[in-house]
């Protein structure tokens, strides 16, 4: 299977458990493997065979700004489901982190895998 990856992808959204985390929205930082449907492009060399990693990034910029999450698992399932669903990803490996949050902590984060990866 063909994979695009991206990684250190930057993006806001309301996350946290406390209420002082949801004050306002936080940065989160994404690492993303999307398995694609096919190898075509690889043939074509034409986008339309693949998945428009610009269009990802700025679905997930989009649609993260407007929800809210009280974990990173959640936060992680909701990227998962919208790149299987909305992107006709067959798998995907979903990394966020949350930078900063903890005193003497850099990060922290959860990884996810969803989808059959062939």
Do not use: C
Request: without cysteine; hydrophobic residues 45%.
């Amino acid at each position: 299977m063909d994979t695009i990856y991206l990684q250190g992808v930057r993006a806001k959204t309301l996350i946290g458990w406390y209420d002082w985390e949801r004050v306002a929205p936080q940065d989160v930082e994404l690492d993303l493997d999307i398995g694609l449907p096919s190898a075509r492009a690889s043939v074509s060399d034409d986008l339309i065979d693949t998945i428009d990693y610009d269009l990802v990034v700025k679905t997930l910029r989009s649609e993260l700004e407007n929800q809210h999450f009280l974990l990173l698992e959640a936060l992680a399932e909701f990227i998962a489901q919208l790149l299987l669903d909305r992107f006709s990803a067959p798998w995907v490996r979903i990394s966020v982190t949350k930078p900063g949050i903890l005193q003497d902590v850099a990060r922290v984060g959860v990884t996810i895998e969803r989808g059959q990866r062939n």
